[in-house]
Protein backbone atom coordinates (compact mmCIF):
# COMPACT_ATOMS: atom_id res chain seq x y z
CA UNK A 1 0.00 0.00 0.00
CA UNK A 2 2.14 2.99 -1.25
CA UNK A 3 1.07 6.80 -0.29
CA UNK A 4 -2.17 8.43 -1.12
CA UNK A 5 -2.62 9.75 -4.63
CA UNK A 6 -4.14 13.49 -4.20
CA UNK A 7 -7.26 13.91 -6.94
CA UNK A 8 -9.19 16.13 -8.08
CA UNK A 9 -12.21 15.92 -10.45
CA UNK A 10 -13.79 19.19 -11.32
CA UNK A 11 -17.41 18.86 -13.29
CA UNK A 12 -18.04 21.52 -15.54
CA UNK A 13 -21.59 20.75 -17.27
CA UNK A 14 -21.34 16.74 -17.96
CA UNK A 15 -17.51 16.96 -18.78
CA UNK A 16 -15.32 16.18 -16.27
CA UNK A 17 -11.63 17.49 -15.28
CA UNK A 18 -9.78 14.69 -13.45
CA UNK A 19 -5.82 16.12 -12.42
CA UNK A 20 -4.11 12.95 -10.09
CA UNK A 21 -0.89 13.33 -8.42
CA UNK A 22 0.65 10.17 -7.21
CA UNK A 23 3.12 9.26 -5.08
CA UNK A 24 5.60 6.95 -6.55
CA UNK A 25 9.53 7.61 -6.52
CA UNK A 26 9.52 5.85 -10.19
CA UNK A 27 13.19 4.92 -10.06
CA UNK A 28 14.58 4.18 -13.67
CA UNK A 29 17.07 1.48 -13.01
CA UNK A 30 19.84 3.84 -14.47
CA UNK A 31 20.95 5.89 -11.72
CA UNK A 32 23.95 4.78 -9.63
CA UNK A 33 24.38 5.01 -5.94
CA UNK A 34 27.26 7.03 -3.95
CA UNK A 35 29.39 3.26 -4.21
CA UNK A 36 28.59 2.97 -7.81
CA UNK A 37 25.86 0.38 -7.56
CA UNK A 38 22.85 0.76 -9.99
CA UNK A 39 19.87 1.58 -8.06
CA UNK A 40 17.23 -1.13 -8.92
CA UNK A 41 14.40 0.32 -11.04
CA UNK A 42 10.80 0.51 -9.34
CA UNK A 43 8.27 2.28 -10.64
CA UNK A 44 4.61 2.85 -11.45
CA UNK A 45 3.50 0.30 -14.26
CA UNK A 46 -0.11 0.13 -14.71
CA UNK A 47 -2.79 3.33 -13.58
CA UNK A 48 -6.63 2.67 -13.85
CA UNK A 49 -9.23 5.92 -13.25
CA UNK A 50 -12.93 4.66 -13.02
CA UNK A 51 -15.88 6.83 -12.70
CA UNK A 52 -18.28 4.60 -10.84
CA UNK A 53 -18.23 1.49 -12.59
CA UNK A 54 -16.86 2.41 -15.81
CA UNK A 55 -13.47 2.53 -16.89
CA UNK A 56 -12.39 5.83 -18.47
CA UNK A 57 -8.98 6.25 -18.51
CA UNK A 58 -6.51 2.79 -18.71
CA UNK A 59 -2.44 3.67 -18.93
CA UNK A 60 0.89 2.16 -18.95
CA UNK A 61 3.24 4.02 -17.59
CA UNK A 62 7.66 3.16 -18.22
CA UNK A 63 10.11 4.49 -15.33
CA UNK A 64 10.34 7.64 -18.04
CA UNK A 65 7.11 9.12 -16.27
CA UNK A 66 8.38 11.86 -13.58
CA UNK A 67 8.71 11.06 -9.80
CA UNK A 68 5.61 11.31 -8.33
CA UNK A 69 3.48 10.83 -11.69
CA UNK A 70 0.95 13.57 -12.70
CA UNK A 71 -1.93 12.53 -15.39
CA UNK A 72 -4.65 14.93 -16.56
CA UNK A 73 -7.21 14.36 -18.52
CA UNK A 74 -11.22 14.98 -19.14
CA UNK A 75 -13.93 12.92 -19.95
CA UNK A 76 -18.06 13.11 -20.65
CA UNK A 77 -20.62 11.54 -18.85
CA UNK A 78 -20.88 12.14 -15.06
CA UNK A 79 -22.09 14.30 -13.00
CA UNK A 80 -21.16 15.73 -9.42
CA UNK A 81 -21.37 13.20 -6.80
CA UNK A 82 -20.06 10.48 -9.08
CA UNK A 83 -17.35 8.97 -7.46
CA UNK A 84 -14.13 8.78 -9.43
CA UNK A 85 -11.11 5.47 -8.56
CA UNK A 86 -8.02 6.06 -9.09
CA UNK A 87 -6.01 2.48 -8.91
CA UNK A 88 -2.22 2.37 -9.94
CA UNK A 89 0.33 -1.16 -9.77
CA UNK A 90 3.86 -0.75 -9.74
CA UNK A 91 7.05 -3.30 -10.88
CA UNK A 92 6.45 -5.52 -6.84
CA UNK A 93 2.90 -6.16 -7.35
CA UNK A 94 2.53 -3.17 -4.83
CA UNK A 95 -0.92 -1.25 -5.75
CA UNK A 96 -2.77 1.63 -4.40
CA UNK A 97 -6.48 2.80 -4.96
CA UNK A 98 -7.69 6.68 -3.95
CA UNK A 99 -11.08 7.59 -4.90
CA UNK A 100 -12.78 10.76 -4.53
CA UNK A 101 -16.64 12.45 -5.22
CA UNK A 102 -16.61 14.48 -8.72
CA UNK A 103 -16.92 18.33 -7.14
CA UNK B 1 -3.09 -21.66 -34.08
CA UNK B 2 -6.85 -22.63 -34.93
CA UNK B 3 -9.57 -21.98 -32.75
CA UNK B 4 -12.07 -23.77 -33.50
CA UNK B 5 -15.85 -24.13 -31.82
CA UNK B 6 -14.90 -26.93 -29.25
CA UNK B 7 -11.74 -24.99 -28.15
CA UNK B 8 -13.88 -22.08 -27.74
CA UNK B 9 -16.23 -23.63 -26.03
CA UNK B 10 -13.53 -25.15 -23.42
CA UNK B 11 -11.90 -21.69 -23.14
CA UNK B 12 -14.94 -19.68 -22.30
CA UNK B 13 -16.51 -22.40 -19.82
CA UNK B 14 -12.94 -22.78 -17.77
CA UNK B 15 -12.93 -18.59 -17.61
CA UNK B 16 -16.68 -18.69 -16.56
CA UNK B 17 -16.04 -21.15 -14.01
CA UNK B 18 -12.95 -19.07 -12.76
CA UNK B 19 -14.77 -15.74 -12.58
CA UNK B 20 -17.47 -17.45 -10.69
CA UNK B 21 -15.56 -19.10 -8.01
CA UNK B 22 -13.59 -15.58 -7.62
CA UNK B 23 -10.24 -16.85 -8.54
CA UNK B 24 -10.33 -14.33 -11.33
CA UNK B 25 -12.27 -11.15 -11.06
CA UNK B 26 -13.10 -8.79 -13.74
CA UNK B 27 -11.75 -5.94 -11.62
CA UNK B 28 -8.60 -7.65 -11.17
CA UNK B 29 -7.79 -7.75 -14.52
CA UNK B 30 -5.96 -4.01 -16.17
CA UNK B 31 -7.20 -4.04 -19.49
CA UNK B 32 -3.91 -2.52 -20.68
CA UNK B 33 -0.73 -5.54 -20.58
CA UNK B 34 2.26 -3.84 -19.84
CA UNK B 35 4.96 -5.35 -22.31
CA UNK B 36 8.40 -5.57 -22.34
CA UNK B 37 9.20 -5.26 -25.35
CA UNK B 38 7.39 -2.27 -26.03
CA UNK B 39 8.96 -0.51 -22.87
CA UNK B 40 12.35 -1.31 -23.73
CA UNK B 41 11.85 -0.62 -27.55
CA UNK B 42 14.64 2.57 -28.68
CA UNK B 43 13.36 4.60 -30.59
CA UNK B 44 10.26 5.48 -32.20
CA UNK B 45 10.49 3.01 -35.31
CA UNK B 46 11.29 -0.01 -32.68
CA UNK B 47 8.48 0.69 -30.20
CA UNK B 48 5.56 0.91 -33.26
CA UNK B 49 7.00 -2.66 -34.32
CA UNK B 50 6.99 -3.89 -30.79
CA UNK B 51 3.52 -2.75 -30.63
CA UNK B 52 2.35 -4.81 -33.97
CA UNK B 53 2.62 -1.79 -36.04
CA UNK B 54 3.63 -1.82 -39.82
CA UNK B 55 4.88 1.51 -39.64
CA UNK B 56 2.98 5.09 -39.03
CA UNK B 57 2.19 8.40 -40.57
CA UNK B 58 2.74 12.01 -39.37
CA UNK B 59 -0.57 13.35 -38.96
CA UNK B 60 -1.53 17.13 -38.11
CA UNK B 61 -4.10 16.25 -36.32
CA UNK B 62 -2.24 15.38 -33.31
CA UNK B 63 -0.53 18.34 -31.22
CA UNK B 64 2.19 18.52 -28.90
CA UNK B 65 2.52 20.87 -26.14
CA UNK B 66 5.90 20.45 -24.77
CA UNK B 67 8.41 23.10 -23.77
CA UNK B 68 11.09 24.29 -26.54
CA UNK B 69 13.95 24.30 -23.67
CA UNK B 70 13.70 21.98 -20.48
CA UNK B 71 15.10 23.51 -17.26
CA UNK B 72 14.93 20.20 -15.49
CA UNK B 73 15.48 16.87 -17.53
CA UNK B 74 13.80 15.32 -14.71
CA UNK B 75 10.06 17.04 -14.89
CA UNK B 76 9.38 17.91 -18.76
CA UNK B 77 5.70 18.67 -18.77
CA UNK B 78 3.75 17.10 -22.06
CA UNK B 79 0.14 17.45 -23.15
CA UNK B 80 -1.10 15.26 -26.09
CA UNK B 81 -3.82 15.78 -27.66
CA UNK B 82 -5.80 13.95 -31.26
CA UNK B 83 -8.43 15.41 -33.24
CA UNK B 84 -8.46 12.04 -35.59
CA UNK B 85 -11.58 10.35 -35.58
CA UNK B 86 -11.87 7.29 -32.92
CA UNK B 87 -8.52 7.73 -31.67
CA UNK B 88 -8.23 4.64 -29.47
CA UNK B 89 -4.86 4.55 -27.93
CA UNK B 90 -2.41 7.43 -27.15
CA UNK B 91 1.43 7.23 -26.07
CA UNK B 92 3.75 9.85 -25.51
CA UNK B 93 7.65 8.82 -26.62
CA UNK B 94 11.34 10.21 -26.31
CA UNK B 95 12.85 9.31 -29.01
CA UNK B 96 16.54 9.24 -27.47
CA UNK B 97 15.53 8.09 -23.71
CA UNK B 98 17.47 4.63 -23.01
CA UNK B 99 13.75 2.87 -23.81
CA UNK B 100 11.54 5.49 -26.01
CA UNK B 101 7.81 4.68 -24.76
CA UNK B 102 7.30 6.82 -21.30
CA UNK B 103 3.49 6.67 -21.28
CA UNK B 104 0.68 5.21 -23.11
CA UNK B 105 -3.21 5.32 -22.42
CA UNK B 106 -5.99 3.24 -24.34
CA UNK B 107 -9.04 5.91 -24.76
CA UNK B 108 -12.56 4.01 -23.72
CA UNK B 109 -15.86 6.25 -25.26
CA UNK B 110 -16.37 9.43 -24.00
CA UNK B 111 -13.11 10.00 -22.55
CA UNK B 112 -11.37 13.22 -24.61
CA UNK B 113 -8.52 11.87 -26.48
CA UNK B 114 -6.14 14.15 -24.70
CA UNK B 115 -3.80 13.29 -21.96
CA UNK B 116 -0.99 15.79 -20.00
CA UNK B 117 1.78 14.26 -17.69
CA UNK B 118 5.61 14.86 -16.70
CA UNK B 119 7.69 12.96 -18.34
CA UNK B 120 11.81 12.80 -18.04
CA UNK B 121 14.35 13.41 -20.48
CA UNK B 122 17.85 12.39 -20.58
CA UNK B 123 18.92 14.87 -23.43
CA UNK B 124 17.90 17.15 -26.43
CA UNK B 125 15.26 14.71 -28.04
CA UNK B 126 12.46 14.38 -30.23
CA UNK B 127 8.95 14.10 -28.32
CA UNK B 128 6.45 11.96 -30.17
CA UNK B 129 2.86 11.66 -29.87
CA UNK B 130 1.58 8.55 -31.37
CA UNK B 131 -2.06 7.48 -32.14
CA UNK B 132 -3.81 4.54 -32.62
CA UNK B 133 -7.31 5.01 -34.77
CA UNK B 134 -9.62 2.57 -36.92
CA UNK B 135 -6.27 0.37 -37.26
CA UNK B 136 -3.73 3.31 -37.96
CA UNK B 137 -0.88 4.40 -36.24
CA UNK B 138 -0.02 7.88 -36.35
CA UNK B 139 2.27 10.09 -35.08
CA UNK B 140 3.31 13.79 -34.53
CA UNK B 141 6.35 14.84 -33.03
CA UNK B 142 8.05 18.14 -31.40
CA UNK B 143 11.83 18.53 -30.09
CA UNK B 144 12.53 19.68 -26.38
CA UNK B 145 16.30 20.90 -26.03
CA UNK B 146 17.56 19.68 -22.49
CA UNK B 147 19.83 21.70 -20.90
CA UNK B 148 20.20 19.38 -17.49
CA UNK B 149 19.51 15.34 -18.17
CA UNK B 150 17.06 13.77 -16.15
CA UNK B 151 17.50 10.38 -16.15
CA UNK B 152 20.63 10.73 -13.76
CA UNK B 153 24.06 9.22 -12.99
Redesign the interface.
Known sequence: MGDPSRIRATATGD?VEVKILMKHIME?G???DATGKVIPAHFI??V?VKCND??????????????D?????????AKTGDKITVTW?DDTGDSRTDQVNVG | MNLNRRDMLRITSVLSAAFAVGILKPNDV?????SAAV?NAKGLDAAVKALGGNGFAVSKDISIDAPDIAENG????V?ISSAVPNTEYMAIL?EK???A????????T???P????????GMTSQIHALVKADGKWLVASKETKVTLG????
Open positions: ETQRKKNEKVVLDGLFGPAVSKPFLSFKFKGR | FAAEWFAVVPSVNPSMAASFNIPGTQAVTTRVKMGCGG
